[in-house]
């Protein structure tokens, strides 16, 4: 009996690490922030606990809110009124860079590490 509990409380310690980094690109996204890049401009945007967030572009500071709708991430600000959502791709993480089609156009997605 002592075997098998013992046995249990290591393979639950073993799985837990496994469970705290299984973690979706939308996590890591609005955990690490990213720059997105599109029509030739380099956005970082940074994303609040809150639902909001910081873009900056063209010398200007954008603000708006965000949510999660599946492996969609939808936002809205004053320069872009209406919610737009953008289906993110699975499997991505901090320093990955990959496309995405959101209501600018393309866009190239890096997570900040």
């Known amino acids: 009996m002592r075997t098998l509990i013992a046995s249990t409380v290591i393979v639950a310690a073993l799985a837990t690490p496994a469970f705290a980094e299984d973690k979706s690109t939308l996590d890591h996204v609005v955990a690490h922030g ?5 029509q030739g401009m380099d956005i970082p945007v940074t994303y609040n606990e ?8 063209m010398g200007m500071t954008i603000d708006g809110s965000w949510r999660i709708d599946g492996t969609s991430l ?11 959502c953008t289906e993110y791709p699975e499997g991505k993480g901090p320093g990955d860079t990959f496309e995405v ?3 600018m156009g393309p866009a190239t997605i890096t997570i900040n590490e």
């Open 34 to 38: 990213v720059v997105l890049s599109t």
């Open 50 to 57: 809150d639902g909001t967030y910081t873009a900056e572009a």
């Open 74 to 84: 939808c936002t809205e600000s004053s320069m872009q009124p209406g919610e737009n």
């Open 101 to 103: 089609n959101g209501a």
